[in-house]
């Protein structure tokens, strides 16, 4: 009974009901290259979603992750193009990206203003930085090697490497959030900050460390986008946050902190990556997806405003 009552048990049901209906709805959406293409879609926005998560279950929230994934990929980038090895210039973009992270968490811990309005303003500065950085063009990379693009386009045997290092990530951080005394004081935190001080959990270092972790796992999952399509977007990333936020609440992250899963989040992100894929293959408008995508997101926080109030 327990096992049903998981919110992972219902979303792996009703991923499987629409693999089912889309399977006559469409010829094409169990094809290879149509499944392919969802996975390769979902995978790098993944590990933004376990930053995400991890952030969420210690109460904070980050609207920025968008414009900071596009930040790593235009400061490697145009690091690259100034003569820089594509190596270097990525670890420097994730420092860079670390750095806002740990920026966000200095305000948040030390000045006391809220996650919302620090990712907010950071959202608009990164956004901007991008754009005065670029002209607004992207930036094209043909020239990285090859063996840097192959994190983006190779393969190993028949499975490509971006869902290898995905799948990696999602079981190491899955597991040091279930496992570990440190990321377990994260539940702690976003539970109930106060009794987590009072019990001798430094809160504060843990907020810092959460914000830090969301923003460099953007500088890193930039990186794979930049390898993958061999160009630098500065407009890369807009309305990302939503979605990222929508499948971390979907899998059973709670807005008010203190409960979520990596492996529901990563339900989340496959079920509105299915959804998405389904809408393209019906040939339903793009406004209409953004209009069902919105409402599966007002959806997703109204349950879990209701648990946490029978919980209340």
């Known amino acids: 009974m327990r096992l049903f009552k998981m919110r992972e048990t219902s979303l792996i049901a009703i991923i499987l009901l629409l693999f089912i209906v889309m399977s006559f709805a469409s010829p094409y959406f169990l094809t290879w290259v149509n499944l392919r293409a969802m996975v390769m879609a979902f995978a790098v926005e993944g590990i933004v979603v376990i930053g995400m998560t991890i952030l969420l279950i210690s109460g904070g929230i980050d609207l920025s992750v968008g414009s900071v994934t596009a930040l790593a990929m235009v400061v490697a980038g145009w690091l690259f193009l100034g003569g820089m090895d594509p190596w270097l210039a990525s670890g420097l973009a994730i420092l860079v990206c670390t ?18 309005i620090v990712s907010l303003a ?8 991008c754009l005065l950085a670029t002209g607004g063009r992207p930036l094209g990379l043909f020239t990285l090697p090859p063996e840097f693009k192959f994190i983006g386009q190779g393969s190993i045997g028949p499975i490509p490497l971006i869902i290898i290092i995905f799948l990696v990530s999602v079981i190491c951080f899955d597991f040091m959030l279930r496992k570990t005394t440190l990321f377990r004081k994260v539940f ?53 946050e939503l979605n990222v936020i929508a499948a971390a609440v979907i899998g059973g992250a709670s807005l008010s902190g203190g409960t979520g899963t990596i492996f529901g989040a990563i339900l ?30 007002l959806a997703a926080v109204s349950i879990d405003h209701y648990l946490n109030k029978r919980r209340g």
């Open 122 to 129: 950071v959202m608009v500065i990164a956004r901007g930085i």
């Open 99 to 116: 750095l806002i992270g740990a920026i966000m968490g200095f305000f948040v811990t030390k000045v006391g203003l809220h996650h919302f």
């Open 268 to 297: 989340g992100v496959i079920l509105l990556s299915v959804v998405s894929s389904s809408l393209a293959l019906l040939d339903v408008s793009v406004y209409w997806q953004d209009i069902i995508r919105g409402s599966i997101l």
């Open 188 to 240: 702690y935190t976003g539970s109930n900050e106060r009794a987590a001080a009072y019990s001798g959990i430094r809160t504060k270092k843990v907020v810092f460390m959460t914000t830090t972790l969301c923003s460099a796992l953007c500088g890193f999952a930039g990186i794979i986008y930049m390898a993958r399509f061999g160009s630098a977007q500065p407009t890369f990333g807009i309305g990302m």
